[in-house]
């Protein structure tokens, strides 16, 4: 499996692939309906951002984005897996790759706003929780806030 960059042509295949790995969690059609407008990808913010592609005999099997927080804070983005993938483990191999272009690009922290499904993920990785921001899909629901040292 590789890691090559995505190409604005692919966002309505990335979004389908991002809208299956999160109702992979058992999220209702109501949530997942309050959700589809934060889980497109659009060809511009693809063309505007860091975004990356695990691919594998032509098939996608991930995505992950990266964009500025900070001029030493990169935020991740969009990390989602195609669901027949989780757990062999391609969301170590797009984390990795995300660390390694974050790193070659000076940033000294990765900012993280995790489900709280992928949250002990991220902390397999490495990263430490550090807080909770407010869900843009359901009013009162938190979402784990993680920072990863690049340093």
Known sequence: MSVRPATPNLAAILTDLILRSKAYWGYDEVF???SHHNLTLTAEYIAANLTYVA???GLLFGVYSLFEHTPQQVELDNLFVEPTAIGKGVGKLLFDHAVEQARQRGYREMRIVADPNAESFYLR???TRVG???SPAQAGRLLPLLCYNLV
Do not use: S
């Open 32 to 34: 997942m309906a309050a």
């Open 55 to 57: 691919e594998e005999a």
């Open 125 to 127: 990785q490495g990263a």
């Open 132 to 134: 909770a921001v407010a």
